[in-house]
């Protein structure tokens, strides 16, 4: 097993992950007991056969709901694969969105007779507002898409598209309402080419998506958003030791930012809390240009779809390789590793890998998406007038379309 036995709790919504390891050298066969007393079968790689038939190993896999036969949904995805670092193994990691109330007890049972077992404490999730729920609706909507393969959403009400870009039609997709196609790309790696810094889409996509939520920021009823103003007052370039122009934030330096406006939580004092206080699904997250709390730039923007204790879920822009012509926006895992723990942060500040590089960042914090102002919306959260196509649907969630990387612990 990749993980040991363990024992987790999370609230309804939130997600977390099952992982197990085998040989390489066996072609393994995952079988998963169904709830309706069927069985669902993934195999993994297989052998290579030039030392001749690979044995076949079995692998079983069973959740109880509250000492109860429960069984996994016919919906299970296919689990993902990976290498172990040292190539001896093949990782298996399921990811799965916490649904009922109860303690869900996992079982692996391998095949020399051992079992190894994960126990899931399923709490009450937090009601969410309208607000957050149109949020994540939208997540659902309009990704995934990039540029090398647009996908525009199956649905998009008119007043969305029409917030969204003046020139939206039915055929956009998020990442032309957010100003990116082959052109766009092209200019990136020149520009990249020519200085080594470069913006990538993840900005441009929170924008556009923060535009068909109908968002307010200043609350003066001008419908503006801004995706680089949600950390602070403003921001300033400087060159960093190495020549590098980098970005800060510089108080007074308008325009004026969330900080300010009231509507940011910092991850520095969240994390300082026993227990620490945790973004909720909508927030939309700010990371820093590096992994310790010496990164002063802002290096990534997402939006939460939800935390647990071992994995963060978020909805980003920025993906996709720009020396391949592509930038992607999706929802992802996101495995979680912390800061050195200090005297004022006995467990550290969350640090997670980034779309837009692969590089660890830490969490600057996350803007609070039920404080700001969205005229669709009255003080409680609530629709003001709830559009004709809305369905609240609980078992709506956005799916994530990347599973984990593998992410090592961040020391100093």
């Not at 660890?360 to 996350?366: E, L, N, R």
Request: with cysteine.
């Amino acid at each position: 097993m990749a993980d040991p036995d363990s024992k987790l709790t999370v609230s309804v919504g939130s997600r977390f992950l099952l992982s197990w390891s085998t040989d390489r050298k066996g072609w393994t066969k995952n079988v998963f007991d169904l709830a309706d007393g069927t069985t669902k079968t993934f195999a993994g790689p297989k052998p290579s056969s030039k030392f001749g038939p690979p044995k076949e190993v079995e692998i079983k896999l069973h959740v109880t709901k509250d000492g109860e036969k429960y069984g996994f949904r016919s919906t299970l995805p296919d689990p993902s694969v990976r290498n172990s670092p040292d190539w001896k193994k093949y990782i298996f990691t399921s990811a799965f969105v916490a649904h009922e109330e109860g303690v869900h007890l996992f079982t692996v049972e391998l095949p020399n007779g051992t079992s190894l077992t994960k126990e899931v404490t399923i709490t009450p999730g937090t009601d969410w507002t309208d607000k957050r729920d149109y949020m994540i609706d939208l997540l659902n909507r309009w990704m995934p898409s990039s540029v090398l393969s647009p996908r525009p959403p199956k649905f998009a009400a008119p007043e969305e598209l029409k917030r969204g870009h003046p020139t939206a039609n039915a055929q956009s997709d998020i990442l032309s309402l957010a100003g990116w196609n082959k052109d766009t790309v092209k200019k990136a790696q020149d520009t990249k080419a020519a200085t080594k810094l470069v913006t990538t889409s993840c900005g441009d996509v929170l924008s556009a998506m923060l535009r068909l939520w109908g968002c307010d920021f200043d609350g003066d009823g001008k419908m503006t958003t801004r995706a680089f103003g949600i950390r602070d007052d403003g921001a300033e370039s400087y060159k960093d030791a190495a020549g590098v122009t980098r970005w800060r934030t510089r108080k007074g330096h308008p325009p004026v930012g969330a900080v300010t406006h009231g509507y940011y939580q910092s991850a520095t004092d969240a994390f300082a809390q026993d227990p620490p206080i945790l973004p909720s699904p909508g927030d939309l997250l700010v990371m820093r240009d590096g992994p310790t709390p010496a990164a002063a730039g802002i290096g990534h923007v997402g939006i939460i779809v939800s935390v647990s204790d071992e994995v963060w879920c978020t909805g980003d822009g920025g993906g996709g390789s720009l020396d391949a012509g592509e930038q992607s926006a999706g929802v992802g895992y996101r495995l979680i590793t912390y800061t050195k723990p200090t005297e004022t942060h006995k467990k550290g500040i969350p640090v997670l890998k980034s779309v837009t590089d692969g590089k660890s960042k830490m969490v600057d914090g996350w803007v609070i998406l039920d404080r700001i102002p969205n005229p669709l919306f009255d003080d409680k959260g609530r629709w003001k007038e709830m559009p004709s196509w809305w369905s609240d649907d609980e078992d709506a969630t956005a799916t994530p379309a990347d599973q984990p990387a593998e992410q090592q612990p961040v020391g100093a």
